[in-house]
């Protein structure tokens, strides 16, 4: 009896002990996102296993089970498309073709500009090029002489328009060509650049890297140390450059243990910063505010018409209070990360429009006056590297080409100009005017019947389709072969400089709507009601399976060049 007292005891104070655990990771199971993007040890796992297979010409158009006549149409499309490609951009192709061997940056993006099944059939007959040899305006030019309406942003590096980054350079060199690149040592614009970034963040230090990643990673380094907890929390989706910890899921060959991919504009996530005790910091990307919990769109998971993105302002707004106030509450490091954004949305930055301060900033990309950097400012006691009563307990950070006197002349240029009126005018009614433009433009897409719908965040776009279809990453090409410049995520990120004038939105405007149509001709957006994004998906998921099981080859059969892609007749031709 005593016994069995006793065990039971010693079983309630280990229930008893165990609880809280419990509890706690309850708490943080319920605050991830239910999708793969919320659970990176498990997308990780998975990805393994996609099996590989793909198209072959026969497939290729009639992957939606369309009837013959619209097959028809689209091969007769496309091949016009190819042979459009082949005789206006034969120099950039060629080019192209000759390093594509050589550059694995080069071969991933075109692996990744569409779905992996159409992958090599496309990108075999609709090479894009990768050589452009010149900018001006608001536009690009190609090495045969085409010029394209620059919708990349240079990854959002471009704010204020290539010339204006031209001029950056060209004086910013010439200012610091006494020194060289001497380094180690300072250039006196790095006096100036640090001020003007401690008025800009409102914070007290500032530490310079050479990227947007390195500035993210000193961030969280920083956090941690003088936290003395581990653990990072990002929200499920948010890219904060290719660094292991904060890319946990797929793309990142070994698990990132301290990090928690916690759901965007969640209750869950605010109690889970509530109440562990081992986060350092939160990492927030402000873009995500355009589509919460979902990853940066790239056409190459078009799968069906399932993509969508809206920005509401307001509620972001109330979202990232809350966050402040939780980080506030529990002595969590409130990290904006403002690589992307800063300086697009407002010249204060992200802080200014949202009107909410953290306790350290990132900055990257256009900062660096089209040079490349990455720049961290943050409270004085958050940026120490060292701690006065332990000389041996450090947090240590250094760079070679940290405040380079080329790359901190560039970013003085930058910040120079950033207080003239002609700059300031750029953001006068900034939100107004591309939340106008956008909505002009749907009201244009709608009118014309056409299921392709466009969403903002300022002028930073992405399209949408409101109809269902497995074919809408065929719009990237149609849009190119219209003078649009895109960069490898394709319709998933238009990018637009804050310079651009209305005739430049007007002229871009008709050539998306002109792209559509003509897209829209060639049966790539028939559908009957059987195809939902839903059977789309199971469709997919079957093919997948039958993959797995081995009913279904992964590379198709009667292809002697082995890239997977029997050519049509028409095709043949062209690609001879
Ligand atoms: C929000 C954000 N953080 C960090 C990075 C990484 O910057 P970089 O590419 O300069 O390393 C990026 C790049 O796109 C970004 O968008």
Redesign the pocket.
Known sequence: MNESLLLYGLGGAALAAALPRLKSRLELSLAKHPSLRGHAKMSRRMARFVPFYEYDDHECFRSDGAPEEVVAQRRAGFERLVELYRSRYPETLRRTREVEGMISDLQFTRAYRVPFQYSSFVRRHLGVGAFVQSSSGVQVTDLDGNAFYDLTGS??VNAFGYDFYKECIDRGAARVHALGPVLGSYHPVVAYNATRLREISGLDEVSFHM????A?MQAVRLARYHTRRSHLVRFCGA????WGDVQPGVGNPTPAHETYTLKDMDGDALRVLRTRKDIACVLV?P?QGMHPNANAPSDSTLVDSGRSAGFDRAAYTEWLKKVRAVCTERGIVLIF?E??VGFRLAPGGAQEYFGIKADMV?Y??TLGGGL?V?VLCGRKELMKRFRDDHPADICFARGTFNSHPYVMATMCEFLERLQTPELRRLYENLDQTWNDRADRLNQRLAAEGLPVKVANMSTVWTVSYTTPSRYNWMLQFYLRAEGIALSWVGTGRFIFSLDYQEADFLAVADRIVAAAQAMKRDGFWWADAALTNKAIKRRVLREMIATLLGRRKSRPGGDPSGDGVTRPDGLDKLAA
């Open positions: 990854y959002g990227s947007g990643t390195e993210v890219y904060h450059g290719w990307n873009l990360d690589v992307f990132t990257g990309k490349p990455g």
